[in-house]
């Protein structure tokens, strides 16, 4: 994701991106990629107790405790996003998804159900369509330490 964002910026087909990362992870490895990137905002909703422990400094981080259910994290990604969209006017979205938000997930740590995770999918997509924006949606992996 971060060659095709930057491959999109320097060839002018984007010129605002914003980097939406809802894997249970930080999304420190973006973070840290593109913290001198104004033209790129990186925006994360993850467990606040896993992986990593040290988090980076994202330009927007939502941090959440272990146990948090699906009205907490929806709420909370329809409070932020559509008004993230109207305030960093991207012209572009990268999507990190993932399933490890939910509770069957034995190393998550969050307990989202299956319908919650399938709505902020859908509430994601409808943001995108509703403001017009092309998005690339990857799952988010993550490395764990032996």
Known sequence: MGVAAHYLLETGQARKILVIDLDVHQGNGTAVMFQQEPRVFTFSMHGKDNYPLKKEQSDLDIDFPTGTEDELYLNTLYDTLPGLIQREKPDFLFYVSGVDILASDRLGKLSIS????????????????????????SMGAATHPA
């Open 114 to 137: 299956r319908e919650g995770c399938k709505e902020r999918d859908l509430f994601v997509f409808e943001q995108a369509i509703k403001n017009g924006l092309p998005i690339v949606v």
